[in-house]
């Protein structure tokens, strides 16, 4: 009797993060219409502490990356950035701060607000550009030389969890 | 505002030169269509300051948002890289009075659907040709941000002279809404405390009405004002500064604070000193979570749900034999019932509050599909209080239930969240002030407040549930039981002919007939169903021949009651000045109401048309107000919160004596009106008017109420 009854909750349980996970998934599609497909800018570019990174080798990897487009002029971004930043002690995460100003200043604020993301800057929107990021927050999972998964906006950290794990 | 509107097209007036206007016309960035962005000179040029004016002109789509020159707690402003022009040696931008939003629990500072700032662009020499090559760059957000440039080209022949008349109009009316400096009111103290990091700010010279006031000009600081009050005739504040790279230090930095008041914004700057911060006014005297949870308590005698707690009462005398352990879980399962919704309240309201719409108590009745899903719950409990049908559970479920060995506890944990929903309606002493620092505080204290709310109307349940010995002081079952199931019904049958009238305000009346028509057929049907065809027709007939009876005797004795009550007349708030009423020498009298708001009705029934106050507010110098909060509007919510009200009734006193005003108890009494009435005409001796003019000041008003009884 109890393990008919546990079988069913789990069933129910399962049924409905299926539905869940159907709906961010039509969702993310939706918004990843304007975004550049294949291939990955092959663009060496180097992080604010001056180490050289490129974002199409990354994604040859095994392991999934998580790639942040945000600005220190985002409202929206400081409820995702927490989020981002607990998850690069378990993940390979690459931050790109758009039009966020001097190097200084995008590392003083880094700093001020315990973010321990690594973080490229950059100032003139060119990587953003390349990648045809229009707005932050932007969240993209990159994996053997493909974008995985793609959302904007308010992202909860089982959100972007999910996307990690199954890319 | 008007004079301002004035001063602006004086300037126009003196600007005699004009020039061939330039336009941009309207751009899109099409990335990014929600925005729609245009620079046009006016025409006018002042040559003696070789400044040429021009409007530049903002178009948001619904929800997007963009910035002030200091954005709040995030955000950037909006602006313009102009270095590659010819002739143009500054653009000198001005900023209207902004609106403070929230998203997401983010305090900004911004404008929203459209808006006009000023531009002024100053010449090397006004003389010759201005070429503006420029990158207006704008900062947009919803739920997500977007930076967006414009490149804007305007070629500007200062000599060539027509003036634009759209732009024109569009820079006059931006102008006007540009906060001015202010010669009259000044900042007597701005102090900055490193260790607390607060700001404190005393400012004289001007009578304030409802003040909101924006503090910036220190670089990566953002400000949130935590407390406002008038202390004599300065308005002071403290403010939180936080520091957006590092630690905030304003010492010796200068600010700028822009106050806008009814009709009325003007700007202040100062400089920063050390020094110890304000000491605010003292607050409540009871403990917040006191507050709630005698509140809640109070809402189990409010007339709404009185029968739900008699209803229980009923089926425990129903129940021989008590077994102790059993009551005792029916009545923790409806004290969980009516804590989960409270839970749930709370939850809805966060959501509400999230997406930036204004939350009050009460604010469901302002719906009419919550109206019409009440009218179904009473009128079908109703029913079943009068025996003709029983709720029953599906076969299904009942078999888990009994399986499962909880005996049912999910029906009392369900009458437990019928009763908090019938509760909604009433305002009890005590609840309007927990409800109004909740919906103010934070997202944790207030589900705490809310937890102690529900806490406080479980409480009869939970000391029955703590001693189940008291069921047995009940009487003993007896026929009186039935009659008394009767009364309930006839109760809750009245409070569905109450809801009935709320509803009529939504619907129109054929489709009230027409639900009013469905209620009886489904109960005639019942009763059909389980009596037969014979009572079934008695009932009908009794409840004709009652109706009849009930018209018969209103139609004899109309003459009696159709006008028992004197008439005030009101007018609407939205279009009454009331600081000109004052001015004028008027005591004004100001009545936030709603037709579901049961409290609000029994304060006019029992206080304001009865002798002695109905007379005052009849005199001829006393000015009625009145606000209807029965379908949701923003002016009064924001009437309501300036106050720090989140919902209705509440009632408040302007006059000559008392400009600011006197809010009145939620629960009204003669002597608190015609007191209040004297005391804001200044007819009290000197002495009185000495103690009882302070609770102008809104916070000591608020931690008045607080330590009385005479809160909502």
Known sequence: MKLNKWRKWTGQGVSFLLLLFIISSVADWWRGRDLIHQPIPDITVYDIEGKAINLAQLSQQQAPTLIYFWGTWCPVCNYVSPAVSWLSQHYQIVSVALRSGEPDRVRQYLEHHDYEFNTINDPQNRLGAAWGIRVTPTLVVIKDGKIQYYTTGFTSLPGIWWRLWLA | MKTQIFIAWCLFALASATTQAADSQWITNENHPPVKVRLSTT?????????????????????????????????????????HSDNLAAIDWLWPLPETFNILGINTVGYQQAVAFPLHLVAEDITQPIRLRATLTLPSCTSVCVLTDYPIILDIDPKQRKANQDSAFAYGQALSLVPQPDPQAELTQVVWHQSSQTLSLALKGRVWQQPTVFIDGAEDTHFSVLKQWQDGDQLKLIAAGKGWLSEANLTGKSLSITVADEHFAGEYHATAAQGLPFEPPAGSKLPIWLIALMGGFILNFM???????????????RVPNHDQAHLRRQFLASAAGIVVSFWLIATALLLLKVSGKSIGWGIQFQQPWFLALMLLVTTIFAFNLLGWFDIQLPSRWQTRLATSGNKGYQGHFLQGMFATLLATPCSAPFLGTAVAFALAASNTSMMIIFTFLGLGMAAPWLLVAAWPQTARLLPKPGPWMGWLKYLFAFMLLATSVWIGYLLAQFISMAALVLVILCLSLLGAWLVLKRYGGRICLIVISTSLLLLGCVAFGAALTSKSWQTPLPQLTWQPLKQTNIKQLVDAGHVVFVDVTADWCITCKANKVGVLLQSPVVEQLQSNTVKLVQADWTRPAAHINDYLQQYNRYGVPFNIVYGPSAPHGIALPVILTASAVTQALQQASGLT????????????????????????????
């Open chain 2, 685 to 712: 001796t000197p002495d009185e008017q000495q103690s009882n003019t302070k609770p102008s000041n809104l916070e000591y008003l608020q931690a008045q109420n607080k330590g009385t009884d005479e809160i909502e």
């Open chain 2, 43 to 83: 025409g006018q040029v002042d040559t003696s300051n070789k400044r040429v004016f021009s409007v530049l002109q903002v178009q948001l789509n619904d929800g997007w948002k963009t910035y002030w020159r200091s954005p709040g707690e995030g955000g950037v402003a909006p602006s313009i890289e102009w270095q």
């Open chain 2, 303 to 317: 007339p709404c749900v009185l029968p739900v707690l008699g209803l229980k009462l009923n089926s425990i005398i």
